[in-house]
């Protein structure tokens, strides 16, 4: 009798979880890209730590549809910069300029819909 209440908890525990992985099987595509690297082109890879002179950017890209975000960097200074209502076209990457060459970690963060949907650190050397 033991046997036969493990075997069904077992199919119980079993089923639980198929009837779970329906719901989450969409969830591993995400609906944007959003990115910060040392440079401005399409071709710029990702990155945490930029140098000084350099030119940054922070990239996005809709997978989602067409939408509008924002994008707000917070400096190492406390101070919060925004660029609103950035028009994304599904499937084109877009890239924000980041002029800021004050050392310290930067935070930036998107937005769609007034909900976020990403942020990212970077750090620029001294």
């Not at 399409?42 to 067409?66: I, L, N």
């Not at 076209?89 to 970690?105: C, E, Q």
């Not at 930067?106 to 769609?112: G, I, K, T």
Request: proline share 4%; glycine share 12%.
């Amino acid at each position: 009798m033991k046997g036969l209440n493990a075997l069904a908890a077992t199919v119980l525990g079993v089923a639980l979880l198929a009837s779970a992985a329906p719901a989450t099987a969409g969830a591993g595509t995400p609906a944007y890209k959003h990115y910060v690297g040392c440079g401005i082109s399409e071709h710029t890879a990702e990155a945490h730590t930029c140098p000084r002179k350099s030119k940054k950017g922070a990239f996005f890209e809709s997978f989602d549809g067409d939408v509008f975000y924002s994008v707000c960097v917070k400096f190492p200074t406390g101070k919060n910069l925004c660029a609103q209502k950035q028009e994304a076209i599904r499937g084109t990457l877009y890239v924000n300029k980041i002029t800021s060459d004050i050392p310290g970690k930067h935070r930036v963060s998107w937005f769609v819909n007034g909900k976020r949907v990403g942020s990212s650190y970077f750090t620029v050397g001294r």
